[in-house]
């Protein structure tokens, strides 16, 4: 079927098209999607034919990182041209790794780790947003008139990604929030030394829900015509409620599954299992878009630390952030909104647009709801939920290493703890654990987990530490951050935060 869909005086025809989880009439292709990042009404833009068309594995067995992106991206973005999605991930991956493989696989134990930190800082956020701003680039070719501010808000690794992939990007500008005090000092340094006439950071008093709930109300007040900004003034964001953002992450999904193939550990359409550590639900989201395109996935295992509002719900069905807020050793999961649980219940719900609004209607106004009991049915039939405290998950860094000599960080931590909980019950098919940052970025609470003491020394001197005592390398990124200068020092209350956007936009897009 074919959609025609009015966009001012022009007419865009379009079989693939994006609505909103929350209104199947608020309609965009992909590249529109991409530039608005958040659908009008504060819905999540979802494509109506995922998973129509499923991709052949056969196809796939044989090609690089690089060569396999631009095949399954094409289906989770149809309007880009293969040609176009070519040579974004060229530009993306191209030179900005430091392994070949972009996302390796390493055998642990009986189990397999996909390291996802191999990008320039660090953490899993890179393989997106590295993609990020050469999908919004091609999409902004469209609206020659315009420029875009990027919004992101952060628990620790999206913000550097995101500075990082934008940095300099032509008709682009971003600024990103963070929870003051609520991520690793590592973390904080990344951000605080970014460099770029078109980059903002700042700090926000309160923890990482405050800061996404802020951003989220600005773009809904953009969205209702309550901020008043120069029409040819795009705001977008890099988070993954942009489902250009999320794309990008189901790639390694069938990239590690293959690579069990080729290592004949698994054959072709034989089902495994995925632990992925996670906060605001988007990388595990992106698993569930690669079982949509084929991928055999058996069991999605759901990670979570003492803010285990996720393992609640898929035990209970019940979603309720009214809880107390832990500071954790896993600070990018310290997160009590995630976002891309609603992509997940529109789809599971039969693509049920008013009852998810009713849902986030009833999140925003009471801070929980609780879904049918077919639902919740269906969502353990492929997800698993648990959690782990600092004290195992601290446990799990000493045993690992001890054992396999394998270095995690703490969120890899808490992903292996639950993995294995999960196996003392189900143990019939190989898991893959999503390794999401590392170590080094958290290189005291793992020197302290694997010694057992932490000296008084600063973060770099436990880098050294660490590395003498693992025998593992320091990426140069973040060893180089002790010599560089710190650029971003601003701070902003909840309430600051629109004037502040509205203020630094001006800045940096005057430039």
């Keep these: 079927m074919v ?23 608020l309609r965009s292709s992909v590249k529109g999607a991409i530039l608005q990042g958040l659908a009008p009404d504060g819905g999540l833009y979802v494509c109506e034919d995922l998973g129509t068309s499923p991709i052949d594995l056969h196809t796939l067995l ?26 974004a991930v060229s530009n993306a991956y191209g030179n900005s790794f430091s392994t070949k493989e972009i996302t390796p696989l390493q055998s642990v134990g009986n189990d397999y780790v996909l390291e996802l930190f191999h990008g320039p800082t660090s953490a899993f956020k890179d393989v997106a947003l590295q993609m990020l701003p050469q999908l919004m680039s091609l999409s902004l070719k469209e609206e020659p008139d315009k420029k ?45 030394t970014q460099e770029g006439k078109n980059t903002g950071v700042c700090a926000l008093y309160g923890n990482f829900d405050d800061a996404q709930s802020q951003v989220k109300s600005f773009f809904q007040s953009l969205g209702k015509g309550e901020i008043a900004h120069d029409e040819n003034l795009l705001f977008s964001s890099a988070n993954s409620i942009n489902i250009g953002r999320l794309a990008p992450q189901a790639v390694y999904y069938f990239y590690s599954y293959m690579q069990l193939v080729k290592q004949g550990k698994i054959s072709l359409f034989d089902e495994v299992d995925f632990c992925v550590p996670t906060g605001n639900f988007g990388d595990i989201l992106a698993g569930y878009y690669a079982k949509l395109l084929g991928l055999p996935v058996h069991k999605l295992i759901v990670a979570s630390n003492a803010n285990h509002v996720l393992t609640d719900f898929f035990q209970t ?15 990018s999961m310290d997160i009590l909104i995630s976002s891309n649980l609603e992509r997940l219940l529109y789809y599971m719900s039969g693509k049920n647009a008013p009852y998810i609004s009713e849902l986030m209607d009833s999140l925003n106004t009471k801070g929980s709801y609780e879904i049918k009991p077919e639902l919740l049915t269906q969502l353990k039939e492929l997800f698993y939920a648990g959690y782990s405290t600092d004290e195992e998950c601290m ?61 008084t020394v600063d973060e770099f001197e436990l880098m050294e530490l660490l590395s003498k005592r693992t025998n593992t390398s320091i990426p140069k990124n973040l060893a180089q951050l002790k010599t560089m200068p710190v650029l971003h020092d601003d701070i902003v209350t909840k309430e600051q935060l629109k004037d502040y956007v509205l203020s630094k936009t001006e800045q940096l897009l005057s430039k």
């Design 3 to 25: 959609f025609t869909i009015m966009q001012g005086e022009k007419v865009i025809f379009m079989k693939n098209f994006f609505n909103s989880t929350r209104n199947q009439t």
């Design 62 to 87: 044989d090609l690089t990182y690089e060569e396999m992106a631009p095949i399954i991206l094409s289906s989770l973005l149809p309007g880009f041209t293969k040609e176009e999605l070519k040579t």
């Design 148 to 192: 875009v501010m990027i919004l992101t808000a952060t628990s620790g690794d999206t913000g550097k990604a995101a500075l990082c992939g934008f940095q300099d990007v032509e008709r682009t500008g971003i600024i990103v929030f963070y929870p003051k005090d609520g991520t690793s000092k590592i973390q904080q340094l990344q951000m605080e």
């Design 317 to 331: 069905g019940v979603y309720d952030r009214n809880r107390p807020f832990h500071k954790t050793l896993s600070p």
């Design 395 to 455: 446990q799990e860094i000493h045993h690992v290493f001890n054992t396999y000599g394998y270095v995690m960080d703490p969120h890899t931590a808490v992903g292996y703890h639950v993995m294995k909980e999960y196996q003392k019950q189900h143990n019939d098919h190989p898991c893959i654990l999503l390794s999401t940052a590392s170590p080094y970025k958290f290189s005291a609470q793992v020197y302290e987990a694997i010694e057992g003491t932490r000296p």
